[in-house]
């Protein structure tokens, strides 16, 4: 099953439709990364996509490096340093005070993908510092149905299709509208996404020297690592 998407505009590797994610605004994830990263601080974005967050964070002081393996996405971020590159094969050869990997990326149906991402993230967090990781928590996976969603302003985000396809795999498509009836925009995108519990979360950052420290939300989905 290969991530994949339709709509106007490019379409990444990962299926993400650049137009629509051009749309969206940030929601309270700069405020997120405000909890855990020191004023005017160091900040590795890891899949900042258009810079949806990223251009927040620098109106809030922080330096960040966004990080993205599609240029379409890195050609919208402004005023920050920009790295083109596949998140499990960035090597810097420097350190952070926050690291975040946004996205669900964590939950990728492979083990190597999964365990590539945070060696990442772990070569790249100083001593001291923060990984901070959006995950979909096994709960949250449960409650998955055809017709969830939201809206914000002009955009509305439905999950059209649903699927566990083998225990704890899951297929779903979203469907993103933008603008009003007789000018809507319409996209989709098609995805896998492994259902991972506490412990798996645990053991996979353990296997790359990182500890799970804390859940920074109610709904449990913002996870602080920290080196172990």
Known sequence: MR???????????????????????AGGEPGIVAQVTPPGGSVLEL??????????????GFDVVAVDESPE???RVRGARTVSARVQELRLGERFDTV????????????????????ACAR?????????????????????HVGMGRQDGDVTITMA???????GLFHATMRYTYGSDGGEQVWTQSFSSRRLTDGELALALEAEGLRLDRFLTEDRTWVVAVPA
């Open 100 to 119: 975040m990997l946004a996205s669900q990326l964590v939950n990728t149906p492979e083990d190597t993908a999964r365990h590539a991402l945070l060696a």
């Open 73 to 75: 996405m890195l050609a």
């Open 3 to 25: 991530n994949t998407g339709t709509g106007p505009g490019p379409i990444t590797p990962d299926g993400s439709p650049v137009e629509f994610y051009s749309r969206l605004r």
């Open 161 to 167: 299709a649903v699927e566990e396809v083998s225990p």
């Open 124 to 144: 790249h967090v100083k001593r001291g510092g923060a990984v901070l990781i959006q995950w979909m928590p096994a709960e949250a996976h449960d409650r998955w």
């Open 47 to 60: 899949g900042c996509g258009v810079g949806r967050v990223t251009h927040p964070l620098l109106d809030l």
